[in-house]
């Protein structure tokens, strides 16, 4: 895997949304996925849309699709995409593994002589801005992953979260990053935003992927942010 002090965080073209970041197999994978008539409504998240978009060039195995939920119990099946998709891979000379499956989240593995990519189809909250097309891949926008980006910090607090997060919220903006969280889940608070910001102190140097020189900027960014969060507390 690629050294951390390699990984370089890009500033976002709007001109050009190319597959710039995904392997090969990655790409193939991913348009066996997206070409199913099962995907429709699916779009690429996650770390692997960020890196669709050129956002960042982290390396990454998985390609994360999700889906909006919709009204009612259950609020969404997984499971009619997942069995076409694993027959087609399999069509296609890949051996797919079903790690976890459940109604609303199945996860694949899907390997081929060296190649091993990790496919995780959920169920999530519909997305707040129109989903962008990159290379005929459907993939979240920015200004979506920023503000799913703050709820992974909420629910694992991993590296590069906090990383991505960065390049994200300083191209698109604190106060509307914070907004969007809000419009994704109304129930959390700016308190436990700046709780889940201040874990970023047990994470060593070498758990953020970006450059050396700019963990501690990164370091700064979020404590400054953290307080300020906290400021707005009455």
Known sequence: MESADRVRHRPLDRASRVVSGLTDSQQ????????????????????????ALGVIDRPTRDLDAFVAARAGDPPGDVGPLAATFSATLAGAGWDVEAVRQHQTFVRLVASRDDDSIEVDLAVDSPPIFPVEVVNGIPTLAPQDLAARKVLAVLDRAEGRDFTDLWTLAREHGQTETIAWVRQLDDGVSASQIAAAFDQLTRLRDDELPCESSDRPIVREWFTTWSEHLRSTVG
């Open 28 to 51: 193939e994978v991913a348009r066996i996925l997206f070409g199913l008539p099962e995907s429709t409504g699916f779009a690429l998240a996650g770390g692997s849309a960020l890196v």
